[in-house]
């Protein structure tokens, strides 16, 4: 399958084991990371998931699992940092089609590093990159 970069509702599915993360988009992580492949996740996810965990949307216990997993070479996942050609890239999603800025920031990431982007987001799905779902 090769490398791919998860989104946050994404990544929240596939650590919980959510029914709501589709079979295709299931099947594509867990083959790129038995293939040896990484699955990549923006560090704009990771701040996302510590704001959610500071409203209260999502356990605690799933953001330690996650920061569990990167220490562990064997999980597949890989933190991956917003930088300047990450912005540079997130140029070309058009803010008409996705609006919201930490969407357009994974997005930018995807379209940087030349990998799918893993995401159920239609707005995501419609801008001009390579998506899972």
């Known amino acids: 399958m090769g490398s791919m970069l998860l989104d946050t509702h994404a990544l929240v599915g596939y650590l919980e084991g959510s029914p709501r993360l589709s079979p295709t988009a299931l099947a594509a992580i ?74 357009r920031m994974i997005a930018g990431t995807a379209l940087h590093l030349g990998l799918p982007l893993v995401t159920r987001d239609a707005k995501i799905r419609a801008a001009p990159l390579v998506t899972i779902w």
């Open 30 to 103: 867990r083959g790129s990371i038995a293939a040896g492949d990484a699955a990549h996740v923006s560090s704009v996810t990771i701040t996302e998931l510590i704001y959610l965990v500071e409203k209260g949307r999502i356990a605690p216990l799933l953001l330690d699992q996650l920061l569990g997993a990167f220490r562990r070479p064997d999980s597949g996942l890989v933190a991956t940092p917003f930088d300047l050609e990450s912005a540079e890239a997130m140029r070309r999603i058009p803010r008409g089609i996705v609006p919201d800025m930490p969407d």
